[in-house]
Nanobody, 118 residues
Framework: QVQLVESGGGSVQAGGSVRLSCAAS????????MSWWRQVPGKERELVAR???????YYKDFVKGRFTISGDSAKNTVLLQMNSLKPEDTAVYYC????????????WGQGTQVTVSS
């Protein structure tokens, strides 16, 4: 079992930056793929970025060049640095994890709100 706890959300003006942190516990962090998702009311949760246990990164087009995902296996933490934020980035952001052998994102955090004002 893996527990995920997000932190770092808040309110920011357009063009600003926010860094989200996700602390994992309960399982060897180095064997997990980690990801960030977001969801707005009335819409499905969507993938933002992911990083594999081997360090490969993937970003959705709408955040490429603005967001950076990084992992710190020593601290069992994954970060999402969000720069050049836009009002449409407003959402609840979720951290998720899966074993490297799984296709399904099994573990989820409780979410943290990011609000970007124009």
């Amino acid at each position: 079992q893996v527990q995920l706890v997000e932190s770092g959300g808040g309110s920011v003006q357009a063009g600003g930056s926010v860094r989200l942190s996700c602390a994992a516990s309960g399982r060897t962090f180095g064997n997990l793929d980690m990801s960030w998702w977001r969801q707005v009311p009335g819409k499905e949760r969507e993938l933002v970025a992911r990083i594999t246990y081997s360090g490969d990164e993937y970003y959705k087009d709408f955040v490429k060049g603005r967001f950076t995902i990084s992992g710190d296996s020593a601290k069992n933490t994954v970060l999402l640095q969000m720069n050049s934020l836009k009002p449409e980035d407003t959402a609840v952001y979720y951290c998720s994890a899966r074993p490297g052998t799984s296709a399904a994102w099994v573990y989820w955090g409780q979410g943290t709100q990011v609000t970007v004002s124009s």
